[in-house]
Nanobody, 125 residues
């Protein structure tokens, strides 16, 4: 059974930083595409970024240069380092996994069958 558990959310002032973690279990973690998504109230769940089994990464334009995705295969954990946070980054952040080896793609929420419970990130102005 695949399980994803996010942590690290919270309240931060604009310009600050947070690091989210997503611990995975129940699957061979290192080869698969891991995505970070976010959903603000009344809005759709949008991609923040993806890290692929190849090690490559995709970032949404809105977070390029500010957010970084990394993974620690020994810990079965993927991270989202968020710097220079803005009030518009406020959302519930989710990690997701697709059991597919890929080098690109899979940037839509519908591409992912397995999700964590989400963690709230609030950025105050």
């Amino acid at each position: 059974q695949v399980q994803l558990v996010e942590s690290g959310g919270g309240l931060v002032q604009a310009g600050g930083s947070l690091r989210l973690s997503c611990a995975a279990s129940g699957l061979p973690f290192s080869s698969y595409a891991m995505g970070w998504f976010r959903q603000a109230p009344g809005k759709e769940r949008d991609v923040v970024g993806v890290i692929y089994g190849s090690g490559g990464r995709y970032y949404a334009d809105s977070v390029k240069g500010r957010f970084t995705i990394s993974r620690d295969n020994a810990k079965n954990t993927v991270y989202l380092q968020m710097n220079s946070l803005k009030p518009e980054d406020t959302a519930v952040y989710y990690c997701a996994v697709r059991s597919t080896y890929a080098t690109n793609g899979y940037v839509n929420a519908n591409d992912y069958p397995n999700w964590g419970q989400g963690t709230q990130v609030t950025v105050s102005s």
